[in-house]
């Protein structure tokens, strides 16, 4: 794929974003792929696998970068992590004052759709800290977006009341030490306070409630490797999935592997997260 690295101000910072582009430079749908807390852009890129699934397909990929407490020093893990405004109530790491990244999240989508000529809206994906993120700038609006993929994350807070329907799969981990399905508390790699993390099944009831899914009506289904419910929206289509897959820690699915430490728990590296977002919105009919 062709590789293009957008460098663009907003508000007070420069921004960046890893542009991945079909040979010939031209797409017909668009996933824009939000790391972590502590990642990078070309973190992000490599470890979810993406580029690998989607080359021949016609599918974009976008890889924004969020900001950091010193934007004059490079990122690092641990030392300068780089951090979304996902609305989280953590310690540490802190995004950068000022940086408005819901804004710029959705007036980079609608840019590039325009630039790429989208007949369809782009489909979000974010992984922790970017999970977050993605329900941040769903719920302030600006943009429309054809899905929503949460990885090992969720929305940081209750959706303050209706908000646009966004078809939504939630891939979550049954052994998530960092984001436990049960909820309760969980201590970050930054900071030795404690956060509160809500619990997981009633987060994802309350954003399928508030685009509009029918009360009481979700469905229940195991599989080997997970347990899922779907809440259905109007005329039975299925608005929000949530899957709690059995094993997993506090990992991309069937990611590189590019970061290992026992506090975040176990991998399952036999499935693949990458090719379940794919599926599920439609990108490899």
Known sequence: MIRERILER????????LL?????????RLIIVLHGCGGTASWMAVETALEERVRQS???LAFPEATRANMNSPAHFMANPPCWE?????????????ADDSGWITSLAGRLSD?????????????????????????????????????????????????????SLFLMGGADPLVPWEG??????????????????ERAVQWAAAMGALAGEASFNSHPDWDEWVHAGGHGHSLVTVRRVRGLGHHWPGGKGQWSDPASGSRRDDLAASGMILEHFGFLA
């Open 10 to 17: 907003h508000g007070p910072h420069e921004r960046r974003c």
């Open 115 to 167: 630039r790429l000529g989208l007949r369809r809206p782009p489909v979000l994906a974010g992984f922790s800290n970017g999970a977050g993120m993605i329900a941040a700038a769903i719920v302030r609006g600006g943009a429309e977006f054809g899905g929503a993929a949460f990885v090992c994350g969720y929305p940081r807070r209750p959706p303050p009341g209706r908000i646009a329907p966004v078809p």
């Open 184 to 201: 309760g508390s969980a201590v970050l790699p930054w900071h030795p306070d404690p956060i509160f993390v809500p619990s997981i099944g």
């Open 86 to 98: 996902d609305d989280a109530e953590r310690h540490l790491p802190k995004p950068a004052p000022g």
């Open 58 to 60: 016609g599918i974009a």
């Open 20 to 28: 991945l582009l079909p040979e010939g430079g031209q797409a017909d």
